[in-house]
């Protein structure tokens, strides 16, 4: 569904206020999508990891160690970048949990549902022992 033209030029009100606010974010935000530049890394890390295990494979041919730790820094290092940038680059979102911030939720530990964080267990732990 389309906009009206009402809702179109709040659009356009609100962008000219964020790029007079914070031209920065705003350039940020314009250059496109970031899953994209996810997916760039993702590949890159990828190829870093081949060409890492034929570095790899070439010093274990040539009976080369330096090489050899070469290739195998080469593919860590591309699984690093491939790991990192996974969650981005196939959109998938993390749930924010109970207490708003990122990080596993109780469902997502085996199920224990309605349980508090380690945290916040310890905190009320010592509280008690403070206030007896």
Excluded: C, W
């Amino acid at each position: 569904m389309p906009l009206s033209e009402h809702e179109q030029r709040l659009l356009e009100q609100i962008e000219r206020a964020l790029v007079d606010d914070d031209p920065k974010f705003a350039s940020s935000v314009r250059t496109g999508d970031r899953r994209q530049k996810a997916r760039r890394k993702l590949q890159l890390g990828g190829l870093l990891v081949v060409v890492g295990l034929a570095v790899l494979v070439a010093g274990a041919v040539a009976e080369s160690v330096p090489l050899g730790v070469l290739g195998f820094l080469v593919a860590f290092g591309g699984a690093a970048l491939g790991v990192l940038h996974y969650r981005g680059a196939t959109g998938a979102v993390e749930a924010p949990g109970p207490s708003g911030s990122r990080g596993s939720t109780a469902a997502g530990r085996g199920g224990r549902r309605g349980r508090q964080p380690m945290k916040n267990r310890l905190e009320e732990r010592f509280r008690r022992r403070y206030d007896q």
